[in-house]
């Protein structure tokens, strides 16, 4: 099954295989090394799966109404341009808060 990959800031088109049935979603961003989150800064590409079931691919007519079709994207497929050997923004805020929970917590044991 082969599937179409749309650039969308240079408007490339190229061909691959997929088994997935959902529209993918292609991003650029960070890598945080120490948690392994992802950071997300811009979407490059959006991948049609080609499937008559999926509400989001070009195949899907457009007079369908049924429920049972897709209505989600699939999974993102992460491109690292960067990797931080830190941990992300969230998870230090989590750290944070747990710390001056705990010492919350001893101060008034």
């Known amino acids: 099954m082969c599937q179409r990959m749309a650039y969308v800031s240079r408007r490339i088109h190229l061909f691959f295989e997929t088994k997935k049935a959902h529209l993918l979603v292609?991003?650029?961003?960070?890598?945080?090394?120490?948690?392994?989150?992802?950071?997300?800064?811009?979407i490059t590409a959006i991948v049609d799966c080609n499937s008559r079931r999926c509400t989001r691919s070009l195949r899907h007519p457009r007079e369908c109404r049924l429920p049972?079709?897709?209505?989600?994207?699939?999974?993102?497929?992460?491109?690292?341009?960067?990797?931080?050997?830190?941990?992300?923004?969230a998870?230090?805020?989590?750290?944070?808060?747990?710390?001056r929970d705990a010492a919350a917590a001893s101060s008034s044991s």
Do not use: P
């Open 68 to 89: 049972t079709c897709l209505q989600n994207f699939g999974d993102e497929i992460q491109r690292d341009i960067d990797k931080v050997d830190e941990y992300c923004f």
């Open 91 to 99: 998870c230090r805020a989590a750290q944070a808060r747990a710390a």
């Open 26 to 42: 292609r991003s650029d961003g960070t890598r945080w090394l120490k948690c392994m989150h992802f950071q997300r800064h811009m």
